[in-house]
């Protein structure tokens, strides 16, 4: 079994910097991608940023230029900077892994495990 734990949300200023955390844990030896994704209540679940294992990574063009994802690979820990965070970037964001090197990092399905998410909300 996998398990997906977020941390480090919380209330930041517009304009502001906020790192997001994702610990990745258990039978994790094919687990080879994880990817960031971020809910509204009414919309759907949007994908962020994903990264594998090999260092190759992928972020969506609304958030190009001011997030980053990163992993540190000996704590299987893939973080999420955010930097000149937004209003439109608030939202629950949740953590998910996913298997092997295989394409569709962005959609939903591609992950079978998720975290509980962690919510960022933008203040004035």
């Known amino acids: 079994q996998v398990q997906v734990v977020e941390s480090g949300g919380g209330s930041v200023q517009a304009g502001g910097s906020l790192k997001v955390a994702c610990a990745v844990t258990?039978?994790?030896?094919?687990?080879?991608?994880v990817g960031w994704f971020r809910q509204t209540p009414g919309k759907e679940r949007e994908w962020v940023a994903s990264?594998?294992?090999?260092?190759?990574?992928y972020v969506d063009d609304s958030v190009e230029g001011r997030f980053t994802i990163s992993e540190d690979s000996n704590k299987y820990t893939v973080y999420l900077q955010m930097n000149n965070f937004q209003r439109d970037d608030t939202g629950m964001y949740y953590c998910?892994?996913?298997?092997?090197?295989?394409?569709?990092?962005?959609?939903?399905?591609?992950?079978?495990?998720w975290g509980q998410g962690t919510e960022v909300t933008a203040s004035a």
């Open positions: 998910a892994a996913g298997y092997g090197y295989g394409g569709s990092w962005y959609k939903v399905d591609r992950y079978p495990y």
């Open positions: 258990g039978d994790t030896g094919n687990i080879k991608l």
């Open positions: 990264i594998y294992r090999e260092g190759r990574y």
